[in-house]
């Protein structure tokens, strides 16, 4: 019983959820001479009108913007206006806290994003090399560093693969054989009971509703504008808890989380000294015992 300490994985949006608006709000629109407002109205409608998915339309209205105002747009100028992305209290130290907790615990801490904004804005972000993974929408680009084409668009049904993919440890987003591979659920490297997702909204509740119908935890944050539709997650039971967006300790979502690292990790021992006590059922008979075993 003394094997690898278990996992448990946070899996975040980041938009409203660990940043306090959408990333491309910071930097990026700005630098096209739009308010935050003009450019997703026109990204929104542009998707309407078209029929398109939505992380498409935005994805498309970023490259021709840029291009009709002769704006730089390569993978290195995105991941550099990722440095201007700021975090809600807290966040900054906060994966250094809970990891040493679940450490304290006898888990081990793994943190995912899985978020429909853009990754390279996510990679230039202070608290990028916090996660084992991000899965954020993303450009194809050529030689010269120019985007050409999307490399993968995460809507907000397309989430909840990568929660498969987290669950099996199967992490690059290439391979679709493995991930579709039948796998016990005991060889499963994230078991479902030792996953956390913490979003903000409507575009989490597949991932939220797949928390709950597997025995992990749904955590939605809010803002004072968005606290209404929170509370309504919570009302349809589409999650566990609602908080404010406050990541320090000693703070309500703080010491919940903490509470959950130690019921997940109690549960984890006591999961594994019943699997113990069956592998060794038996073992310890008196010899006129055997037959009735």
């Given at each position: 019983?003394?094997?690898?300490?278990?996992?448990?994985?946070?899996?975040?949006?980041?938009?409203?959820?660990?940043?306090?608006?959408?990333?491309?709000?910071?930097?990026?629109?700005?630098?096209?001479?739009?308010?935050?407002?003009?450019?997703?109205?026109?990204?929104?409608?542009?998707?309407?009108?078209?029929?398109?998915?939505?992380?498409?339309?935005?994805?498309?209205?970023?490259?021709?913007?840029?291009?009709?105002?002769?704006?730089?747009?390569?993978?290195?100028?995105?991941?550099?206006?990722?440095r201007g992305v700021e975090f809600f209290p807290g966040v900054a130290d906060?994966?250094?806290?809970?990891?040493?907790?679940?450490?304290?615990?006898?888990?081990?801490?793994?943190?995912?994003?899985?978020?429909?904004?853009?990754?390279?804005?996510?990679?230039?972000?202070?608290?990028?090399?916090?996660?084992?993974?991000?899965?954020?929408?993303?450009?194809?680009?050529?030689?010269?560093?120019?985007?050409?084409?999307?490399?993968?668009?995460?809507?907000?049904?397309?989430?909840?693969?990568?929660?498969?993919?987290?669950?099996?440890?199967?992490?690059?987003?290439?391979?679709?054989?493995?991930?579709?591979?039948?796998?016990?659920?005991?060889?499963?490297?994230?078991?479902?009971?030792?996953?956390?997702?913490?979003?903000?909204?409507?575009?989490?509740?597949?991932?939220?509703?797949?928390?709950?119908?597997?025995?992990?935890?749904?955590?939605?944050?809010?803002?004072?504008?968005?606290?209404?539709?929170?509370?309504?997650?919570?009302?349809?039971?589409?999650?566990?808890?609602?908080?404010?967006?406050?990541?320090?300790?000693?703070?309500?979502?703080?010491?919940?989380?903490?509470?959950?690292?130690?019921?997940?990790?109690?549960?984890?021992?006591?999961?594994?000294?019943?699997?113990?006590?069956?592998?060794?059922?038996?073992?310890?008979?008196?010899?006129?015992?055997?037959?009735?075993?």
């Amino acid at each position: 019983m003394n094997g690898p300490a278990p996992i448990i994985a946070f899996l975040y949006d980041f938009d409203k959820t660990l940043c306090t608006t959408d990333m491309q709000n910071y930097a990026f629109i700005p630098s096209l001479g739009m308010t935050p407002a003009e450019f997703w109205a026109e990204a929104n409608g542009f998707g309407r009108q078209n029929r398109m998915d939505g992380i498409l339309a935005y994805m498309y209205m970023m490259l021709r913007e840029a291009e009709r105002k002769a704006r730089p747009f390569t993978r290195e100028d995105l991941v550099e206006k990722g440095r201007g992305v700021e975090f809600f209290p807290g966040v900054a130290d906060w994966f250094g806290r809970i990891n040493a907790f679940g450490e304290s615990q006898g888990v081990r801490v793994e943190h995912y994003v899985i978020s429909s904004g853009l990754r390279e804005i996510i990679e230039g972000s202070s608290i990028s090399g916090e996660f084992r993974e991000i899965y954020a929408s993303e450009f194809y680009y050529d030689g010269m560093g120019r985007p050409v084409w999307p490399k993968l668009a995460v809507n907000f049904t397309a989430k909840t693969q990568f929660v498969y993919r987290i669950n099996k440890g199967v992490l690059d987003v290439s391979d679709d054989k493995t991930l579709n591979d039948s796998m016990p659920d005991d060889s499963k490297r994230v078991p479902f009971p030792n996953m956390i997702y913490i979003g903000d909204g409507l575009s989490d509740v597949p991932c939220m509703k797949m928390m709950r119908a597997y025995g992990g935890q749904a955590i939605a944050v809010y803002q004072a504008e968005n606290r209404t539709g929170v509370e309504e997650l919570l009302a349809r039971r589409r999650v566990d808890f609602i908080f404010p967006a406050d990541y320090r300790e000693g703070s309500a979502l703080d010491g919940t989380v903490k509470n959950i690292i130690r019921k997940m990790a109690i549960a984890d021992r006591l999961w594994e000294e019943n699997h113990h006590q069956l592998r060794h059922l038996g073992e310890d008979v008196l010899p006129d015992q055997v037959e009735l075993f």
